[in-house]
């Protein structure tokens, strides 16, 4: 064997497995193999001059390289069983939350200790959201920011690069089950481990749905969420955001039933493009260092759809509404609320007399030709909701880009150690569908190190 440990992925999730597991045991052979660019070679081309939107680059800066699709984002490590992915129902409510804690302090050891902890749970805008049938979930987090964020992988990456085999630039084709192990192959290359940890995230998705097919792991995807990214001016939600920086609320809506939710807050942050296997989606972070603050505040709304039978294929669903907005916009699509709400498309003359500045430079446009009825109506009602709790919300000027869809991963059978049906073959991270944030993603890689070089 030319490894003891095969990772691939240098998402949080292979970083953290690798981390641990090398903690765990200095003597361990382990190979870390990455599709993207090492953190410093990390570069999103666009810079709002030359470049205004995504060119589609092979390779990802934002989604691909050492961080994963963490390493730009607003680093916030949300501690909670609430959401961000569903570990506790493999490895228990208590076990989860022990495990999210330990990522956090090695995030606080690793140059995150200035940085600040919010809690939720004692605070009496859990009462005000609650009288307007909102419902704040429960959470500490962690706001590393982009900048602090990227210092953690930095010293994360440094601590690694002595002690473990790191793999640039090497997308693994294929993943060969042995009598005893593995074998992985790039392009003409191939190495073998006894054990291996897949933890390619959420941009190696269809990879991974290829590789259970061919290794005869069971999988299934029946859910999609589809929705806005919402601009509007700090102000407007600063007393929820001073106070607990995310707060994620969620609402069922009167007409359809349907579940709304915020997601990703940004207080005084920007709005991105994201490029995920071509398509180009919108999202947002925001930094730690006051210098880079803006005067505004973006979140995402974010409604989701189940399917049942026949229909399989859920992410094929909300990558086709994204592709309608690319197509109709060119990429992002930007409209103002109170255009939304008079029928009328947004364009640049109407955009130039806002009075809200938007971060990102999208396609003024009409988000009613791309986001289906159901999912509209249940942005509409949910905004109507939130100024309830925060006036200001529904306000003309309020920003919405189109779209945001947060694409859940394929559900990969695995058992309560994230282990196939295969011994030896773990899957952990965005890519096993168990989670779907950083501290989550983090917290499996851990737990998984334990698991096979701990005290069992
Ligand atoms: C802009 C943005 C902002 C975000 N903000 C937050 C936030 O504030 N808080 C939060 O909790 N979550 C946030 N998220 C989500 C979070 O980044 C992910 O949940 C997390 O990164 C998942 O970690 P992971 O290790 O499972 O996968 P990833 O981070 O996606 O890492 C997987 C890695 O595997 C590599 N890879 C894929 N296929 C292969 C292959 N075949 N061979 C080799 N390498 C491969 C990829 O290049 C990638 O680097 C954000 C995401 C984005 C895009």
Same mark, same amino acid.
């Given at each position: 064997m030319d490894f003891d440990l095969l990772i691939i992925g240098a998402g949080p999730g292979g970083i953290f497995s690798a981390y641990e597991a090398m903690k765990l045991n200095p003597e361990l052979k382990i190979a870390l193999f990455e599709t993207g660019h090492s953190l410093e070679r990390?570069?999103?081309? &666009?810079?709002?001059?030359? &470049?205004? %939107?995504? &060119?589609?680059?092979? &390779?990802c800066g934002i989604m691909n390289g050492?961080? /994963?699709?963490?390493? *730009?984002?607003?680093g916030k490590y949300n501690i909670t069983?609430? *959401?961000?992915? +569903?570990l506790y129902e493999y490895v228990g409510k208590q076990q989860a939350i022990e495990l999210m804690n330990y990522v956090d302090e090695i995030n606080v050891e690793n140059g995150g200790q200035n940085t600040r902890l919010f809690h939720n749970?004692?605070? $009496?805008l859990r009462k005000k959201c609650m009288e307007n049938d909102l419902h704040l979930l429960s959470a500490s987090v962690r706001h590393l920011g982009t900048d602090i964020n990227y210092v953690v992988l930095e010293n994360l990456y440094n601590k690694l690069k002595d002690n473990i085999s790191i793999f640039f630039n090497t997308h693994i084709d294929k993943v060969e089950k042995l009598e005893e192990g593995y074998r992985i192959f790039s392009k003409d290359k191939s190495w073998s481990g006894t054990t291996c940890i897949i933890s390619t995230g959420r941009s190696g998705s269809k990879w991974m749905g290829n590789i259970c097919e061919s290794l005869g792991i069971s999988t299934k995807s029946n859910r999609v969420d589809i929705g806005v990214r919402v601009e509007l001016p700090? %102000?407007?939600f600063s007393e929820l955001t001073d106070e607990l920086y995310e707060s994620k609320i969620v609402y069922r809506t009167k007409k359809f039933q349907d579940k709304v939710r915020t997601f990703c807050m940004n207080p005084r942050g920007v709005v991105v493009s994201e490029n995920t296997n071509g398509i180009v989606t919108v999202n947002g972070h925001s930094y730690e260092?006051?210098?880079? *603050? +803006?005067d505004n505040t973006n979140f995402a709304l974010l409604v989701s759809n189940n399917f049942t039978e026949p229909f399989k294929n859920s992410n094929e669903y909300g990558e086709s509404i994204a592709r309608l907005s690319n197509m109709l916009g060119g990429g992002v699509i930007v409209q103002r609320f109170g255009d939304l709400i008079r029928g009328q498309r947004s364009t640049p003359g109407r955009m130039a007399e806002s009075f809200v500045t938007p971060t990102y430079n999208a396609t003024p446009g009409d988000l009613s030709l791309v986001i289906p009825k159901r999912q509209l109506d249940d942005i509409i009602e949910m905004i109507y909701q939130l100024d309830k709790v925060?006036?200001? +919300?529904?306000?003309?000027?309020t920003l919405l880009y189109g779209v945001e869809v947060k694409f859940y991963n394929l559900e990969v059978e695995i058992d309560e150690h994230l282990? +196939?049906? $295969?011994? /030896?073959l773990f899957v952990i991270g965005d890519c096993s569908g168990v989670t779907h944030s950083l501290s989550h993603a983090s917290a499996s890689g851990v737990y998984v190190a334990r698991y096979l070089y701990g005290n069992k």
């Open positions: 990390r570069k999103c081309p &666009i810079d709002g001059v030359k &470049i205004k %939107s995504c &060119i589609n680059c092979p &390779i050492f961080g /994963g699709a963490g390493a *730009f984002s607003d069983n609430e *959401f961000g992915g +569903t749970q004692n605070t $009496h700090y %102000s407007v260092d006051p210098a880079r *603050f +803006t925060a006036p200001g +919300t529904a306000n003309d000027d282990e +196939t049906c $295969h011994k /030896g």
